[in-house]
């Protein structure tokens, strides 16, 4: 087993940044690769930005150039940098993580707010 707990969400203007992190613990060792997704009311959760265990990274056409995915082996943990926020970015962010096996992780959420 897994456990992601994410943190860093809030209220932000349109135009600021606001940063995510998502620890993670237990069964760690087989996590090859490490992500973001958003769901935002009414709509299904979408992939927002991944992060392989080489350090491999991908985004979704929408945050390319705005967002920021890092992690930090040693402490476990994941990163969003998220610039430039739009008020579409509104959202809940999870955090996930898939294992070697396909074993795929989810964390509680951290609500993120853009306002105009």
């Known amino acids: 087993q897994v456990q992601l707990v994410e943190s860093g969400g809030g209220l932000v203007q349109a135009g600021g940044s606001l940063r995510l992190s998502c620890a993670a613990s237990g069964n760690i060792f087989n996590i090859y690769v490490m992500g973001w997704y958003s769901q935002a009311p009414g709509k299904q959760r979408e992939l927002v930005a991944l992060i392989s265990s080489g350090g491999r990274t991908n985004y979704a056409d929408s945050v390319e150039g705005r967002f920021t995915i890092s992690r930090d082996n040693a402490k476990n943990t994941v990163y969003l940098q998220m610039d430039s926020l739009k008020p579409e970015d509104t959202a809940v962010y999870y955090c996930?993580?898939?294992?070697?096996?396909?074993?795929?992780?989810w964390g509680q959420g951290t609500q993120v707010t853009v306002s105009a």
């Open positions: 996930n993580a898939l294992q070697i096996g396909g074993s795929r992780y």
